[in-house]
T-cell receptor, first 114, second 116 residues
Framework: AQSVTQPDIHITVSEGASLELRCNYS??????LFWYVQSPGQGLQLLLK??????LVQGIKGFEAEFKRSQSSFNLRKPSVHWSDAAEYFC????????????FGAGTRLAVHP | KAGVTQTPRYLIKTRGQQVTLSCSPI?????VSWYQQTPGQGLQFLFE???????NKGNFPGRFSGRQFSNSRSEMNVSTLELGDSALYLC???????????????FGEGSRLTVL
């Protein structure tokens, strides 16, 4: 069965510092991979996605993620964090034939210190 | 373009009652998915509707049901409410359900259900 692990429940960084959020997935074939962000009281917003091709994908708000098949990982990165990036981040996996059914990780809550 | 609209935003029910939640997708989007979000279980897929037909279903009891209308609007219903049904119910729409846009979901702000 497909699964997604986000090892870090909470992360705190200082504004301007770099950020890396970890995501590992379990799936037999090449999955579709996503990062979504949820601000308090809001729905989720898609940051970026990987379907195939270039393993480094760029998203909105200056985020990028790298797909590493050998490590079954899809880590999210940002070189310089802004206070407005404080939110909860979810990694998700989709799969061929699953259509819009996504398996989400438990989320990583990001706090940003000034 | 208006986003995904969910109503009501907040509601309180008691055990044994039933509830109906509504979702209006982005104009032109034909796929509507529902997810349940709880602190303990996280985000879990409930079901997906496309062209008025349920295409995909998660691992939830039959008390959870839904439907989609010809204008793509969707409703989900939970009967015989239990305390554990307290959650944020999120609706997401997508223009299609296959191809390279699969999984690109546009979420509403959710309906927060509290069961007492």
């Amino acid at each position: 069965a497909q699964s997604v692990t986000q090892p870090d429940i909470h992360i705190t960084v200082s504004e301007g510092a770099s950020l890396e959020l970890r995501c590992n997935y379990s799936y037999g074939a090449t999955p579709y991979l996503f990062w979504y962000v949820q601000s308090p009281g809001q729905g989720l917003q898609l940051l970026l996605k990987y379907f195939s091709g270039d393993t480094l994908v760029q998203g909105i708000k200056g985020f990028e993620a790298e797909f590493k098949r050998s490590q079954s990982s899809f880590n999210l990165r940002k070189p310089s964090v802004h206070w407005s990036d404080a939110a909860e981040y979810f990694c998700a996996v989709g799969f061929s034939g699953g259509y819009n059914k996504l398996i989400f990780g438990a989320g990583t809550r990001l706090a940003v210190h000034p | 373009k208006a986003g995904v609209t969910q109503t009501p935003r907040y509601l309180i029910k008691t055990r044994g009652q039933q509830v109906t939640l509504s979702c209006s997708p982005i104009s032109g989007h034909r796929s509507v998915s529902w997810y349940q979000q709880t602190p303990g279980q996280g985000l879990q897929f409930l079901f997906e509707y496309f062209s008025e037909t349920q295409r995909n279903k998660g691992n939830f009891p039959g008390r959870f049901s839904g439907r989609q209308f010809s204008n793509s609007r969707s409703e989900m219903n939970v009967s015989t409410l239990e305390l554990g049904d307290s959650a944020l119910y999120l609706c997401a729409s997508s223009p299609r359900r296959d191809g390279p846009n699969t999984g690109e979901l546009f979420f509403g702000e959710g309906s927060r259900l509290t069961v007492l």
